[in-house]
């Protein structure tokens, strides 16, 4: 398995500013996943992070909005970016270990 | 977008029973992962079925796999209150194994 931490659980954000969540892995891995889960809603995929390149974006996703570090492998950070109340969800990261994928606990954001 | 749908979309059923919950998905997969997540917080993995694997069993759960029609299911026996959750599937595509998307997810709940 894989011991995923993410900063902060959750939080309360105005309109129009920014927030960054941190995900840390207890061991290294080549790639991150970054996930969004809307109120009453499935998991989708923001992107996908590796160490050292740029961070891939899924459809209806972009860099503006959502930018990513991927500084070592054992770190990310997704910035959710000139938020809106649209943008009120859970934020998780993820890492897979074989063929497993292993999640973070989530950060819930609230947006006014 | 999501790659596959689930159903029920939602289920209520007495403790001590079975619960059986379906997901379908459109292209062809690696594997299939399914998840359980309690009220909106992070994501506890359940079990993984390869594409070359029909059935595979966890303790109370057993998950099938048809790959010639796109479809699983898990199945949870002799139900108890705590399993009172949703539950996802997650499709890794064949195309792509570190990639996994997601289901629409079944919301469970166990009547005492």
């Known amino acids: 398995s894989a011991v995923i931490s993410q900063k902060p659980s959750r939080d309360i954000c105005q309109r129009g500013t920014s927030l960054t969540i941190q995900c840390q892995v207890d061991?290294?891995?080549?790639?991150m996943f970054w996930y969004r889960q809307q109120p009453g809603q499935s998991l989708t995929l923001i992107a996908t992070?590796?160490?050292?390149?740029?961070?891939?974006?899924e459809s209806g996703f972009v860099i503006d909005k959502f930018p990513i570090s991927r500084p070592n492998l054992t770190f990310s950070t997704l910035t959710v970016s000139n938020m809106s109340p649209e943008d009120s969800s859970i934020y998780l990261c993820?890492?897979?270990?074989?063929?497993?994928?292993?999640f973070g606990p989530g950060t819930r954001l609230t947006v006014l | 977008s999501q790659q596959g749908e689930e159903d029920p979309q939602a289920l209520s059923i007495q403790e001590g029973e079975n619960a059986t919950m379906n997901c379908s998905y459109k292209t062809s997969i690696n594997n299939l992962q399914w998840y359980r997540q309690n009220s909106g917080r992070g994501l506890v993995h359940l079990i993984l079925?390869?594409?070359?694997?029909r059935e595979k069993h966890s303790g109370r759960l057993r998950v099938t796999l048809d790959t010639s029609k796109k479809s699983s299911s898990l199945l949870i026996t002799a139900s108890r209150a705590a399993d009172t959750a949703s539950y996802f599937c997650a499709t890794a595509l064949y195309s792509s194994a570190s990639k996994i998307i997601f289901g629409s997810g079944t919301r469970l709940s166990i009547r005492p």
């Open positions: 992070a590796n160490q050292g390149s740029e961070a891939t974006y």
């Open positions: 079925i390869r594409s070359n694997e």
């Open positions: 993820s890492v897979d270990r074989g063929d497993t994928q292993y």
């Open positions: 061991s290294q891995v080549t790639m």
